[in-house]
């Protein structure tokens, strides 16, 4: 029996692997991109919450492909982190590219015209991805995980979005953007007993992922555990020294309310020089050493 157990979790893990391997297939080819390979990459950095890298892979494609309406919407789908921490995003671009989109889906058909959909009008989102995801004959996690996002924005449904974000996480349980937007939701939520089991399952995973570190520290902040959540950011700065300029920010500000107002003058000098446009920085720079 337990020679047969553990060929049926071989079977099925393979049926797995075999799986993902053919829906992302089935994407590129429905993508009609002529560099699927860096296009693979891009996914690649994006379910890994590498948005920097991402950016600058999908720029390159779009730089080669800047009619493809497909790498448009992946360019929108990155560029909505902005505030997230992508440094190389320049400023408006969401915005620029929601225009450009328009001119170069206008009076084509099928994909085409339901992406157009989708950037021209904020309330048809919802029903656009799910037309889209009904043209695909597998289940594509990027498609999918933006459904589940459009659902929690319009309805608040964090259920509804839990239950399907577990069946993405059964699906691709390597995918370190699920198990973020899974703490996500949970912290919005304030379902602690839930956050504390996840978070654990996503530290096991992925210890040095600075985006599952910084989730849990801005839940142990939520529940006023200051110093819990310092640890976290320093953890997370240990992995990544330049990591991005909101957790920066963020660290600084934590310093302040704990009276380390050495340790957060020299965060703020480093990420004032790292990136100079972020003028809350040099706002909380000039605070600190003046004692404000």
């Not at 699927?36 to 390159?60: C, G, P």
């Not at 190389?88 to 915005?95: F, S, V």
């Not at 310092?230 to 020294?241: L, P």
Request: proline fraction near 2%; charge should be positive; hydrophobic fraction near 40%.
């Amino acid at each position: 029996m337990q020679r047969i157990g553990i060929i049926l979790w071989w079977f099925i893990s393979i049926s797995l692997v075999f799986s993902q391997m053919v829906e992302e297939k089935e994407w590129e080819n429905l993508l009609n991109l002529a560099g699927k390979s860096e296009y693979t990459r891009f996914l690649q950095a994006y379910q890994n919450m590498d948005f920097v890298l991402a950016e600058k892979t999908i720029a390159r494609i779009f730089a080669k492909q800047s009619s493809n309406i497909v790498v448009i919407f992946s360019y929108l789908f990155i560029s909505q982190y902005e505030g997230f921490g992508i440094e190389a995003l320049e400023y408006g671009l969401y915005n620029n590219l929601l225009l450009y989109s328009k001119s170069v889906a206008q009076g084509k058909d099928g994909l085409a015209n339901d992406l157009l959909r989708y950037v021209d009008n904020p309330r048809e989102r919802l029903a656009t991805l799910i037309e889209i995801e009904s043209q695909l004959k597998y289940v594509n996690w990027l498609v999918r995980l933006e459904i589940i996002k459009e659902h929690v924005n319009r309805n608040k449904d964090y259920n509804a979005a839990m239950d399907k974000l577990s069946d993405l996480l059964t699906r691709y349980p390597n995918y370190p953007i699920l198990h973020y937007y899974r703490l996500f939701f949970t912290l919005k939520q304030k379902d602690w007993t839930s956050f504390d089991s996840y978070a654990s399952s996503a530290l096991k995973l992925f210890p040095r992922h600075p985006e599952i570190l910084r989730i849990c520290a801005q839940a142990a902040l939520e529940r006023k555990k200051l110093q819990e959540a310092i640890a976290f950011y320093e953890r997370g700065f240990q992995i990544n020294s330049s990591w991005h300029a909101d957790a920066f920010v963020e660290l600084i500000k934590l310093y302040r309310e704990n009276k380390q107002n050495k340790k957060a003058l020299e965060m703020a000098q480093k990420g004032k020089s790292l990136y100079p446009w972020k003028k809350e920085l040099g706002i909380l720079e000039q605070q600190t050493r003046f004692g404000l």
